[in-house]
């Protein structure tokens, strides 16, 4: 694997941890985003992660300094993209966005760059001809908080050249990750096929108001031993996101129940300011959320 320039096309929550984890495994990595106030706000975001690598992973500070400084940012996709061996797509989970995004990358990317996707829900063969080299086109999934949960799903489409998918696993490993190949197209690969369920249930538990986040999260908690519930959960996710498939899904099935919850996730959480943990505030407040309390589970 010879890759030393990487571009991560899109700041926010997770391409921003997909950039400063790479960046901190000691490749050069390039930000774009679509504008100087987006990337104003990548770089803010960013910076705060060199906190989180102090605590968790007891890394020093000359580590976190090292890495922010092997980072460059930019608005113009041609400068972002001029060297580099792999171009991370993580781009809203919209298919008109990605679609023309890909159109544009393939104008200005060298020859022989990869590009991966990093959707979560959506597949590569989507895309694959927008691309413009569909055979050096695959997907690259990672979990939020990737410096702890450090997975990635690497997953193939019918036309992924072998070769371009054994480099970007050989990546995925070199940042860090356990890499989890998959040999088939798969809407939500593996991690996504077993969570997206759960998240959808609790979702509709919330909405058919048979109890609030707290209650659904504690039984789950309780119930599995799993560290956190599927609300707790919706918020290191996003709840931009959450909303983003969930209208996704009304759209497509016309099914009143997800038209319902896109309402309410939108109207008392988005319009409200109340993104997740990102912003603070969710379906919990952070930094002192109610289910890190001892008493909680009681």
């Known amino acids: ?46 910076s705060k992660l060199k906190q989180r690598y102090l605590e968790d ?16 940012f930019h608005s113009n996709l041609a400068d972002a993209v001029t060297n580099a061996d792999l171009v991370i ?8 966005i990605k679609v023309d995004f890909y159109e544009k990358l ?10 991966a996707t990093n959707s979560s829900t959506l597949l590569p063969s989507q895309f694959a001809e927008a691309t413009g080299r569909p055979e050096r086109f695959l997907a690259l999934h990672f979990a939020n908080e990737i410096w702890k949960n450090n997975t ?31 040999h088939k197209e798969q809407p939500g690969y593996i991690l996504n096929s ?19 986040p707290e209650t659904i999260d504690k039984t789950w908690m309780v119930g ?3 560290p956190l519930g599927p609300f707790a959960i919706l918020d290191v996710v996003g709840i931009k996101t959450a909303y983003n498939i969930t209208q ?7 099914d009143p129940a997800f038209k319902k919850l896109a309402e309410l996730l939108k109207t008392e959480y988005i319009d409200k300011g109340k993104l997740g943990r990102e912003t603070g505030e969710g379906f919990y407040t952070y930094p002192n959320p109610s289910f890190i309390s001892p008493d909680f589970l009681k």
């Open 106 to 115: 393939a104008k200005v990317a060298p020859a022989e760059t990869i590009f």
């Open 1 to 46: 694997m010879d890759f030393k320039n990487i571009t991560v096309a899109g700041s926010g929550v997770l391409g921003s941890q997909i950039a400063f984890q790479t960046a901190f495994k000691g490749f050069n990595v390039s930000v774009y985003d679509i504008n100087d106030e987006v990337i104003a706000q990548a770089k803010e975001r960013i």
């Open 248 to 254: 996704a899904k009304a759209e497509k099935t016309g």
């Open 224 to 226: 599995t031993g799993a």
């Open 152 to 182: 990635a799903e690497i997953m193939k489409h019918p036309g992924t050249n072998t070769d371009v998918f054994d480099k970007v696993i050989s990546f995925a490993k070199a940042i860090g990750m356990v890499a989890l190949p998959l």
């Open 194 to 212: 077993l969570l997206v369920p759960l998240l959808d249930a609790a979702q509709m538990l919330l909405v058919k108001e048979v109890a609030d």
């Open 57 to 72: 992973l007891q890394a020093t500070e000359e580590e976190v300094d090292q890495a922010y400084n092997r980072l460059s």
């Open 89 to 96: 797509e993580a781009i809203p989970e919209v298919v008109q």
